[in-house]
């Protein structure tokens, strides 16, 4: 891991993963460009619906008070976890259409 995202992993250890995590949530980082820091919402947090509140209030909040010369605005990558591939799958095969 190279400096720049050891630095943002401490400013989400510090400052953001304790309010995620009180909600059942975690952030991962996904990659650093431009300036845009792109994350994925896991546990609770992911697919919520105040997923982009969430990023606004709190990663994005954070992350950019703490690292202004590093990181400008942060976007959350919208994914669907294996596990709940899995699970629609099953219901697929499980239940007649």
Known sequence: MNEEMKRIEQ??????????HAHGGEVEIDHLEGGTLYVKLLGQCSGCPSADLTNE????????KALPELVEKVAV???????????????LRDHEL
């Open 11 to 20: 400013v989400l250890d510090e400052k953001v993963r304790p309010q995620l």
């Open 57 to 64: 209030t709190i990663i994005e909040a954070e992350v950019v």
């Open 77 to 91: 990558i919208q994914s669907v976890s294996d596990e709940l591939w899995e699970q629609a799958k099953k219901l």
